[in-house]
Nanobody, 124 residues
Framework: QVQLVESGGGLVQAGGSLRLSCAAS????????MAWFRQAPGKEREFVAA????????YYTDSVKGRFAISRDNAKNTVYLQMNSLKPEDTAVYYC?????????????????WGQGTQVTVSS
């Protein structure tokens, strides 16, 4: 099991940037595909981005392509989500998730470890 703690959320104006971090503990982090999900008020949690175990391949939902970038540093047991050109519709609680699998996943059921979430609010 991997324990995850997110940080970096906050309030930002539309067009601004934020960088989320997810610190992981546990021996299996470097073998785990990692992802970010988000849940807006009144909506279901949705996939945002994922990175394979070695950081070489990344995947994004269409609405964030070209604006968000996921990366990882296995030496620091940390995964990041750089969010640029933020829009009010990006407002949500963002969750970091770890999969027991090594390659790309975008279904919640494929992730066994979750962080507590960090709030991102984008004002218009």
């Amino acid at each position: 099991q991997v324990q995850l703690v997110e940080s970096g959320g906050g309030l930002v104006q539309a067009g601004g940037s934020l960088r989320l971090s997810c610190a992981a503990s546990g021996r299996t982090f470097s073998n785990s595909a990692m992802a970010w999900f988000r849940q807006a008020p009144g909506k279901e949690r949705e996939f945002v981005a994922a990175v394979d175990w070695n950081g070489r391949s990344t995947y994004y939902t269409d609405s964030v392509k070209g604006r968000f970038a996921i990366s990882r540093d296995n030496a620091k047991n940390t995964v990041y989500l750089q969010m640029n050109s933020l829009k009010p519709e990006d407002t949500a609680v963002y969750y970091c998730a770890a999969s027991p699998l090594t390659y790309y996943r975008n279904r919640e059921a494929d992730f066994g470890s979750w962080g507590q979430g960090t709030q991102v609010t984008v004002s218009s």
